[in-house]
């Protein structure tokens, strides 16, 4: 409350006539005192998945009410929304998705030397012991395979120790942190990109891998199937399975041309929807016509 008497008061000197708020949990809340003390309209960007889990403590529904629109990141997203709004608000859920430059991921030549790539936050949710265990399935056919861990989080230490336990030890490589521009890097040289995850909202991690033309393999959960079409851009998987998530990336293992074909397509999927100049325009859109009070607009622009 404190906070967003200060947002209200800075606002208000300023002469800012709308606040958009990117995250839907703590800061929105703030954000929604602050357009209630100003009188200043506000909306939100709604990702998820953590605030699914725990919609009421956040008053998701409050929040949806009180906001002029909401932008959701995918349908999937706008369906969790309207599951906990009344439907006079659904007009106003709009999607907007997250994007990329999709030009800082230039595709490059690939040898299809068996590099496996994951990118993200060692934790529970990302599943990286479902991975670990299809590793030691994989490394009996494939023995030039080797797969590249970049991140870091509360799991590092207990994860590097099952990969040794595992015997995973000589093909796995747990690297830490690295910059966007190191991410794009390791992209141009690995052949396929993991992403094992239990809960996602739509990873821009795997648009920057799809950007760079690697094949993705990952799991069937939330809006991924709405960026990551199954047989197209790679495989989707069965969360929490490490048989169907080794059938998969044995699968694009075993057909480097069916591998590099996807990493194409993905990469066109990326640039036709996931392109941040495309979004931030569609956004702008929204913004000017609920300001304008004529937003009779779509649930999302396609072009």
Request: overall charge negative; proline content about 5%; hydrophobic content about 45%.
């Amino acid at each position: 409350f404190a906070e967003a008497g200060m947002l209200a008061s800075h606002m208000q000197q300023r002469g800012i006539t709308h606040l958009h708020n990117h995250i839907a949990t703590a800061a929105c809340t703030v954000a929604m005192l602050a357009s209630t003390l100003s009188g200043i309209p506000y909306s939100f960007t709604l990702h998820g998945p953590d605030i699914f889990f725990e919609p009421y403590r956040w008053r998701l529904d409050a929040k949806i009410a009180s906001a002029r629109f909401v932008a959701c990141i995918s349908h999937f997203c706008r369906a969790q929304a309207m599951n906990f709004s009344g439907a006079a608000h659904w007009d106003k859920l709009h999607i907007v998705h997250c994007a990329i430059e999709p030009d800082r991921y230039t595709p490059a030549p690939r040898t299809r030397a068996s590099q496996l790539l994951f990118v993200g936050r060692l934790a529970g949710v990302k599943g990286v012991p479902v991975l670990l265990d299809a590793l030691t399935r994989l490394q009996e056919t494939h023995p030039e395979l080797h797969a590249t861990f970049i991140g870091d989080g509360p799991e590092r230490q207990a994860l590097e120790a099952q990969a040794k336990a595992l015997g995973l030890s000589d093909i796995t490589s747990f690297i830490g942190y690295k910059s966007q521009s190191e991410v794009a890097d390791a992209l141009a040289q690995t052949d396929i990109f993991v992403l094992p995850s239990f809960a996602e909202g739509v990873p821009v991690v795997l648009m920057e891998a799809m950007a760079a033309a690697v094949p993705a393999v990952t799991t069937h959960v939330a809006g991924v199937p709405e960026l990551v079409e199954d047989g197209v851009h790679g495989f989707l998987t069965q969360a929490g399975d490490s048989t169907s998530l080794t059938n998969a990336i044995d699968t694009l293992l075993n057909d480097p041309e069916r591998a590099e074909t996807m990493g194409i397509a993905g990469r066109r999927k990326v640039s036709s929807e996931f392109n941040i100049a495309k979004e931030a325009a569609w956004l702008a859109e929204l913004l000017n016509a609920y300001k304008a009070k004529s937003a009779d607009l779509p649930v999302r622009r396609e072009t």
